[in-house]
């Protein structure tokens, strides 16, 4: 966690729920909801959590873990979840969690997860400091900010191999 002066705004703060009806537009050939668009979906989701946060302009630097899960089809009901998991200097990360919601039940059934790094930037583009970090409140929290430290490291890394 950072041990730093500045303000603190907790996790709950900006959690961003998105809802989306799956639409014929939305589908690829197979007649189901097209990748691209789902990741739009979670880049948008993520953009609206990391905006709130640091009450100012972001940009997408990175997308980790992207994993699809399920598949979803036209009709079906589509939660996207975001919520911080750390903040840096100019960074901070955000998972999204993506569910497909059953109308009926209310049930959710997971859909997608990944880990998104949106930079805090001035109205040129360049990178300035966010003026609030978190402090994790629960295990959950906690857990989310080691692991992100352990994603930076290793997106580090992979930037020294040439990824």
């Known amino acids: 966690m950072a041990t730093d002066n500045r303000k603190i705004k907790s996790v709950k ?5 998105c809802m989306r009806i799956v639409k014929y537009e939305d589908i690829n050939g197979g007649t189901r909801l097209f990748g691209g668009r789902l990741m739009q979906w979670m880049d948008e989701t993520a953009g609206i959590c990391a905006m709130r946060h640091c009450g100012g302009t972001i940009t997408t630097a990175a997308v980790d873990n992207l994993q699809f899960k399920k ?3 036209i009709g079906d009901v589509i939660v996207l979840s975001a919520k911080i998991t750390y903040v840096g200097n100019t960074s901070m990360e955000v998972r999204v969690d993506v569910y497909l919601e059953e ?13 998104f790094t949106e930079v805090s930037v001035s109205e040129d583009g360049t990178p300035i400091p966010i003026q609030y970090t978190i402090k994790p409140e629960t295990p ?4 989310e900010w080691e692991g992100a430290l352990k994603r930076i490291e290793t997106r580090k890394e992979r930037r020294l191999l040439g990824y």
Not at 13 to 17: F, V
Request: glycine residues 8%.
């Open 140 to 143: 959950s929290e906690q857990a």
């Open 13 to 17: 703060d900006s959690l961003t729920e």
């Open 103 to 115: 109308i009926k039940t209310g049930l959710r059934h997971v859909l997608n997860r990944a880990y």
């Open 71 to 73: 598949g979803a089809y």
